[in-house]
């Protein structure tokens, strides 16, 4: 048995997220399926992701391991996998990991990327990865605001887990928010995210841009630790996880 | 009654095509019922196209003109438009015309671009707007082949219309062949294209770039005037209408 380690990229459009759900389509469900099949369908292969992904969030660089009995070579793992996952999912990297090497217990870091939109023409060929919005919010007020929303905090207002036992204290390092040609990318780095946190950071963001709240709110919204006072949860085809750091 | 020019942009995937079917989804009939609305349900629109991209066929500059009573000003029935109309089909620009003007008439020349891929893992994100190979063609033996078919020749082995009565004579002044990070893009102008010319094209010169013709082979297949002497027709999705000259 060999740890592999997998860098997977996918659109997550049609899938209800990440996490393998019996009967439903999901990418970890998807992957087990393919990785199954090629070990002969021996014993049940698990797949481990470093995060999981909301259901309609996307990757570029999702990053999985699986403990495997085959005789394949890594890129051989990769053709194999690319050629029977749909053609939404795409394994960029099979790698032989270290037999301790786990996905998730390793990550350190975490790169995600959200994209808006809000052009005076709709932008046909990337719908799919983006969020629409109707006018174009203050990029300068959000970028104020972000500075409140960096740093070590407990963001429990942020947390769509209301059953959330364990810390939510965490600590993002970059929010940065550039606008271009109608595009608004907001890129987040951080040591690890709560239940929808990046989303929700969004929706409180646009909030800011749009005039709804002060920048100083923020750091208020932060303070209460309550879910209600910050602003809605952004869509999630604007949502893509570009990088895990080890 | 004013005439108006319009520039659109769609995704054709789930279309028939650009020209208007009865009871069928075409990119024609949509806009066409869209202003129908606009204008009051008066008098029938009709959407002259600068020339039909086939079923699944994408464009990012199509022309079309119609002539339309409304008090609309452009940017307003632009944005009507771009309101209504379905989320893959984007009008980018509208302008009051000369009355004369006619999109079909009047081009002088098209510029269409075909995308393939040949990376060795498979694009997600943009697969819809490409063609997948199984491996990289020779791009030098395709751009060698490629000359032969530039110039004004009978390009009657590259139409599938048998019934074409009018002349198949036609200017192709520029063919170009870039390859990059795996994408293959032929870039075509002309004074304007049979049917199915260019993915007949396309087709014909893969058998070049895969080393099932020879490039002077394609000088012999223009002389014949023989379509089943040319390449199979290359798949629609990775054909876009680029732009339209006037």
Redesign the interface.
Known sequence: MKNYKMII???GTRYLGWEHQPGKDTIQGKIEQVLFRMCGEGEEVKVIGAGRTDAGV?A?GMVANAVMETELTPDEI?NYL?RYLP???????VREASERFHARYNAVGKTYRYTCFAGP???????K?HTTLDKMPNVEKMQQAAEYLMGKHDYKSFCNNPQMKKSTIRVVDKIEIRAKSGYIHFTFHGTGFLRNMIRIMVGTLLEVGNGNMKPEQVKEIIDAKDRSQAGPMAPPEGLCLIEVDY
């Open positions: 990229c996918y659109d996307h570029r990769r690319n053609e939404d999912i795409a394994v960029k990297e023409v709709k932008s046909v060929f990337d719908r990865y």
